[in-house]
């Protein structure tokens, strides 16, 4: 009796091994398969709703919102053959998406590493050298805290985000759109009533073609690619409302409208943007700083 006593014991002890070990082996194999996705489903962007085409600007679309106190300005970027003539920038390439309105400083925005498909790492390196040029070109930082996060569309939402993927702007050679939403710091005075001095950019969306056009690292890829750092550069400028230019003599001003495969000059920020940014962020004592000189066409230079 005593022994068979033993063996039940011992055979119990073996079967609770035996499920032990197959635990061991099965748990794991469930946590790597349930872990969560690297990546998420494609966005997909067309232009909003109501959005009303300028008379003047192919590329640049308005949206009312809230009875007339917000508008939302659109504003597309296009592939272009060539990289523009190689001169001198006059002072008179400079404009402003809305006069006189100002990016609100200190937002937190959310960037969609994941979106872009060309590594998170390098989408989010590129993107804070980017910003720096920016902010040291304007010559203050207006930018606040990066997150990592999902977009979520370009509709007023409460978020400053950049998105990746597929987007549907009529014309297969839009590359990447910014929208900023303005209003009067005085929130009681519909935007078309706001003293120009009160306007201000409080949220913001950047957008890119991903699906449709190659982005990379042009001193890399070459002209197989378009220059992500390039594209952001230009794209932050319009958050912080810089214009497009399309004036004759213009054409290499990191603001002109369009931009060709394999161009990464205009990683740089030309002085004539720069004048014309600080102008309006130090109107009282124009430029903080002297703008740093670059050749032929003067640029302001962004360095590790």
């Not at 910014?178 to 120009?196: D, G, Q």
């Not at 003599?249 to 409208?257: A, I, K, N, P, V």
Request: with cysteine; proline share 4%; aromatic share 10%.
């Amino acid at each position: 009796m005593a022994h068979n006593e033993v063996s039940v014991g011992f055979a119990l002890c073996v079967g609770i091994f035996v499920l032990a070990v197959i635990a061991a082996i099965i748990v794991p194999i469930v946590l790597i398969f349930s872990a969560p996705s690297q990546s998420h489903s494609k966005h997909f962007v067309g232009l909003p709703s109501h959005s009303v085409r300028s008379d003047s600007d192919p590329d640049l679309f308005f949206i009312e919102e809230e009875g007339g106190m917000v508008e939302g300005i659109l504003r597309i970027r296009r592939e272009v053959t060539g990289n523009g003539t190689g001169g001198h920038i006059s002072d008179s390439c400079c404009g402003y998406i809305v006069p006189m309105a100002k990016l609100k400083e200190g937002m937190h925005y959310d960037l969609d590493v994941l979106a872009f498909g060309l590594g998170s790492s390098f989408v989010d390196s590129t993107w804070m050298e980017a910003l720096k040029l920016v902010n040291n070109a304007i010559g203050k930082n207006l930018f606040g805290e990066r997150r990592h996060a999902e977009f979520l569309g370009l509709s007023l939402n409460g978020r400053n985000q950049i998105g990746a993927g597929h987007a549907d702007f009529g014309g297969g050679d839009v590359l990447a759109a910014t929208l900023i939403w303005v209003r009067c710091s005085i929130r009681t005075i519909p935007i078309a009533s706001c003293p120009l001095e009160t306007r201000e950019i409080f949220e913001w969306k950047q957008f890119y073609n991903v699906d449709i056009h190659p982005f990379g690292d042009a001193r890399v890829n070459g002209v197989s690619v378009f220059d992500l750092m390039a594209i952001f550069v230009h794209e932050t400028l319009h958050c912080t409302n810089a214009d497009d230019l399309r004036k004759i003599g213009c054409e290499d001003s990191t603001m002109w409208f369009s931009t060709a495969r394999g161009e990464t000059k205009k990683r740089s920020i030309d002085t004539a943007t720069v004048k014309c940014m600080r102008n309006l962020y130090f109107p009282s004592t124009g430029s903080p700083r002297p703008p740093v000189s670059g050749g032929e066409c003067e640029r302001v230079l962004w360095w590790e």
